[in-house]
C-alpha cells in the first residue's frame, strides 16, 4: 500500500514499539504532526522547549535501557535540540531525533527556519541522515534504530525534509538490517578473558572500575557475582553508579574528583586495576602520570577507542561487557583459589581508609546541610526512586550521599555536564514509570535553565519532585572560585532569584520551601503526598563545599578533606 | 615526547552524501593532522578510497585508525606505515612553467631525467606532468624552481599494497 513519508514514520516507530516520543510540532514536520494525530497509540509529549524534549526522550532511555524518540521541527527547533543530542552522545544514550528539514528543493538557499542540522551534530551524534528520497525512509528509520541501540550506544539524527515526509511510496519493512561497514556484535576473545582471569587470581590488590558501561550493557548481576566470587572491591564512575547496589559492602564508592577517600586510595595502591565499560576520563583520573602506577590495567569496553586512549592498557578485552563477565565468572569458579585469604590484608587496608569518613560533615541545629537533605530522601525513599540531577554541587552531593539500589536510578549528565538536563530528564522517566518516584535532585541555578517544563509535567501529570539545595549560588562555581580564585566570586552569586514556591503554585503544581533542618522530612513527605509535580525548596548552608575534592590536574590522593 | 612518523592511511567508505565531511571533522574535531587526502571512487561505485597522510606517535594514529573504524560509513581502514605493510605510493604533480625560448631545452631536459610529459604547451608556457613518490615530485620541483614556475597542483597521495593483499 502507498503511504507518505509521514505514515511511514509513524508505522515504523510502531513496528520498532515505541510508545512514547518527546517533541515540538512546527512548520515543516505538520505532515508528521496530522498522522500522529491519528495514532494516539504514540503517546506523544509536548515539551515547552526542545532542549526538554531531547533530555527528557534521554532521561526515558536511561530509565529503561529503549531508545528514546525526540521530533523536533526544521531550523530553531533542531538547533534547541543540539545540547540534548550532545549530552547523550558524551553518555553514549541511545536515541533517535528527527529532525523536520526545509523542503530538498530548498536545502542551501538559506530557507525559512533552515539549519545544516546534519552539519552542526555531526561531531555529537553516533550517525546521521539526510533523508532525500522517501523510499529510503524506512530503511533509514530501521538502520537508525539499530545504530542507536547496538555497539556502544548513541543518538542518531534523522533528518527530514518536508517534500520526503508528504511524497508517497510503498511501505516496506525492512525485517533485518545489517550493514558493511558497521558490525556491532562483538564478542570477547577467550585468550584475553583467560589472561584477565589469571591476572585476577594473581593480583593482591585489585579494584574493579566500573563506568556507565555497565549499566548501558545490564551488566549489573555479573558484576556482583564477580566481586563477590573474587572478593574484590568496586569502584564506581558517576556513569556507573547504582552498578552494585550503595550499601554492597564491597562498593567503595565513586573515584575521582570527589570521590570517597577510599576508593582513591585503593586505586592508587592497586596492583591490578579492572576496568569495565569506564574509559579514563579526566575526573576520574586526575593527573595521569600518577594514575594507578603500581597497578596492571585490564580494560573491558565494546569501544576500541577507549582502550589506551588516555591510560596504557595491559590486558585489553574488546567485547559486550555482560558476554566477557559471564564468560570471565564462568573460569574464575573453576579455579581453586582462596579468594577470602588472600584479599585479607587487602580488605584490612580498604576498612582503615574507610575508617577516614571522609565524607562526614558538621551537622548544624538550625541550618539545613546539603548533605542532609539526600539522607532525609534515603530516609524517605529507602532507595526505591529514580533520581535525576542537575550539574555542579548538587550533582556531587547526590552522586556522594544516595543510596541506589541497582541500575538505571541514577540518571545524570556525567560527560557533558548539562545544567537543566534533569529535570526534563525526570520527566522521561516517569513517563516511562508512573509509578516510580522520580526526583530531580537541582540546585537554585541549575533549574532555572529548564524551569519551563513544569509546564509538561503538569499537562500529563507527571509528579516529580524537584528538592532545590538553594545556596543563592552557581556552587561548584563558586567553590572553585573560593578555592583556586582567592574568595573573588565574579557573577556567581545569583543575587536575584524567582520564589520557587510562587512558581510552583503558579503551575499549579506543589510549591514548599524549608529553612530548618527538622523541616526537610516533611515537606518532602508532603510533597510525594501531593500527587503532583513539586518544588521543595530547601535553603541550605549558602557556603558549603564538596568534599573530597581532588583539585584539577592533581593526583587523585591529594585530596582537600573538608 | 614520543617520536612522530608519517602514515600513510587508506580507507574504504560508502560513498554516501556527507563521509568526507565526516572524516575530515574526524581529524579537526580531534587534532588530528591531514597532509594530504585525495578521493576517488573504486571499481565498485558504491564504495570510495580514501588516502590520507598524517603525522602523529604511535598512541595518536593508533586512536586516528580506531576512530576511523568507529565511524558508521567506514568499512575497512589500513596503516601502510610498518614493516609488514610493503606497498607502492605514487602522487602526481601539474607544474606549469615559463617556457622562453632560452630555457625550453633545458626544460624539457628535467622532463626527460624525471620521466615526465609536457601535456600542455602555449607560446610562453609548458604544463609537465610528474607521476612517482613524493621524494621525485619534490626533488623535480626543486630542480626547476629556479626556471620559473607559474603554478603548481599537486594530488596528493594514493598508496597500495604489494602482491595479493587488497584494501577491497
Redesign the interface.
Known amino acids: 500500500m502507498k503511504m507518505s513519508g509521514a505514515r511511514i514514520l509513524v508505522e515504523s516507530l510502531k513496528k520498532l514499539g515505541v510508545d512514547q516520543i518527546f517533541g515540538y510540532p512546527g512548520g515543516v514536520v505538520l505532515p508528521i504532526y496530522d498522522e500522529l494525530f491519528k495514532a494516539p497509540e504514540l503517546r506523544h509529549y509536548l515539551v515547552r522547549h526542545e532542549q526538554g524534549g531531547v533530555h527528557a526522550a534521554d532521561g526515558f532511555a536511561r530509565a529503561t535501557g529503549r531508545v528514546g524518540v525526540a521530533l523536533v521541527t526544521s531550523g530553531p527547533g533542531a538547533t534547541n535540540a543540539v545540547t540534548g543530542i550532545a549530552t547523550a552522545y558524551m553518555d553514549s544514550i541511545p536515541l533517535v531525533v528527527f529532525t523536520g528539514q526545509v523542503p530538498t528543493a530548498l536545502i542551501g538557499n538559506d530557507a525559512f527556519q533552515e539549519a545544516d542540522i ?2 552542526i551534530t ?2 555529537c551524534v ?3 541522515y ?1 533523508v ?1 528520497d522517501v523510499r529510503e525512509l524506512a530503511q533509514t528509520i530501521a538502520e537508525a534504530f539499530y ?1 542507536a541501540s547496538t555497539g556502544k550506544p548513541g543518538p542518531v539524527l534523522v533528518d527530514l525534509p518536508k517534500d520526503v515526509v508528504t511524497e508517497e511510496t510503498e511501505f516496506v519493512w525492512p525485517e533485518a538490517v545489517s ?4 558490525n556491532p556484535n562483538v564478542v570477547a576473545h577467550v585468550k584475553q578473558i583467560e589472561r584477565l582471569a589469571d591476572a585476577l587470581e594473581k593480583a593482591k590488590r585489585p579494584v574493579i572500575y566500573v563506568g556507565g558501561g555497565m549499566i548501558a550493557a545490564n551488566g549489573s548481576a555479573e558484576l556482583k557475582k564477580l566481586a563477590e566470587l573474587t572478593k574484590a572491591p568496586v569502584t564506581e564512575t558517576l556513569m556507573g553508579l547504582g552498578s552494585l547496589p550503595t550499601d554492597h559492602p564491597l562498593n567503595l564508592g565513586m573515584l575521582g574528583m570527589h570521590g570517597t577517600y577510599r576508593a582513591n586510595m585503593a586505586m592508587s595502591h592497586a596492583d591490578l586495576v579492572i576496568a569495565l565499560g569506564a574509559r579514563f576520563d579526566d575526573r576520574v583520573t586526575g593527573k595521569l602520570d600518577e594514575f594507578a602506577v603500581h597497578a596492571t590495567i585490564a580494560h573491558v569496553d565494546i ?3 577507549a582502550i ?2 588516555n591510560v596504557k592498557c595491559h590486558i585489553p578485552v574488546v567485547g559486550d561487557l555482560k558476554d566477557a563477565l559471564v564468560k570471565l565468572n564462568a573460569d574464575l569458579k573453576k579455579r581453586k583459589v582462596d579468594w577470602k585469604g588472600n584479599r585479607a590484608d587487602w580488605t584490612a587496608q580498604i576498612a582503615e581508609w574507610h575508617a577516614a569518613n571522609a565524607l562526614a560533615y558538621a551537622k548544624k541545629k538550625n541550618v539545613i546541610k546539603p548533605q542532609f537533605v539526600l539522607e532525609t530522601i534515603n530516609e524517605i525513599t529507602k532507595g526505591d526512586a529514580i533520581y535525576c540531577t542537575e550539574v555542579g554541587q548538587n550533582q556531587m552531593w547526590a552522586a556522594q550521599f544516595l543510596k541506589l539500589n541497582g541500575p538505571r536510578t541514577f540518571l545524570t549528565s556525567g560527560g557533558l555536564g548539562t545544567m537543566g538536563y534533569g529535570f526534563p530528564a525526570a520527566i522521561g522517566a516517569q513517563a516511562a514509570f508512573p509509578a516510580k518516584r522520580v526526583f530531580d535532585i537541582a540546585g537554585d541555578a541549575s533549574i532555572q535553565m529548564n524551569i519551563q517544563e513544569l509546564g509538561t509535567a503538569m499537562q500529563y501529570r507527571l509528579p516529580v519532585i524537584i528538592v532545590i539545595l538553594n545556596n543563592g549560588f552557581l556552587g561548584m562555581v563558586r567553590q572553585w572560585q573560593q578555592l583556586f580564585y582567592g574568595k573573588r566570586y565574579a557573577y556567581s552569586c545569583t543575587e536575584f532569584q524567582p520564589d520557587f514556591v510562587k512558581l510552583a503554585e503558579a503551575y499549579g503544581a506543589f510549591g514548599v520551601r524549608v529553612t530548618k533542618p527538622d523541616e526537610v522530612k516533611g515537606a518532602i513527605e508532603k510533597a510525594l503526598a501531593s500527587g503532583r509535580p513539586a518544588i521543595v525548596d530547601c535553603v541550605v548552608d549558602r557556603e558549603e563545599n564538596v568534599y573530597p575534592m581532588v583539585p584539577a590536574g592533581a593526583p587523585i590522593t591529594k585530596m582537600l578533606l573538608a | 615526547m614520543a617520536a612522530k612518523h608519517r602514515h600513510t592511511i587508506s580507507v574504504l567508505v560508502e560513498n554516501k552524501f556527507g563521509v568526507l565531511s565526516r572524516i575530515a571533522g574526524l581529524f579537526s574535531g580531534r587534532g588530528f593532522n591531514i597532509e594530504s587526502l585525495s578521493v576517488a571512487p573504486t571499481l565498485d561505485a558504491t564504495t570510495s578510497r580514501m588516502t590520507i597522510i598524517t603525522v602523529g606517535d604511535d598512541k595518536i594514529v593508533e586512536q586516528i585508525t580506531k576512530q576511523l573504524n568507529k565511524l558508521i560509513d567506514v568499512i575497512k581502514v589500513i596503516d601502510f606505515t610498518g614493516d609488514d605493510h610493503d606497498h607502492v605510493e605514487r602522487e602526481i604533480v601539474l607544474v606549469k612553467i615559463n617556457a622562453e625560448p632560452s630555457n625550453r631545452a633545458e626544460i624539457l631536459r628535467m622532463v626527460e631525467i624525471f620521466r615526465g610529459k609536457v601535456v600542455d604547451v602555449s607560446p610562453k608556457t609548458y604544463m609537465i606532468e610528474v607521476t612517482g613518490a613524493e621524494g621525485k615530485l619534490n626533488a623535480f620541483v626543486e630542480m626547476i624552481r629556479p626556471l620559473g614556475i607559474l603554478e603548481v597542483a599537486r594530488s596528493g597521495k594514493v598508496a597500495m599494497s604489494r602482491g595479493k593483499k587488497s584494501l577491497t
Open positions: 546534519i552539519g555531526r561531531p553516533k550517525h546521521s539526510l532525500r545504530i550493514l558493511r561497514s558497521y569501544d576500541p577507542t589506551s586512549k
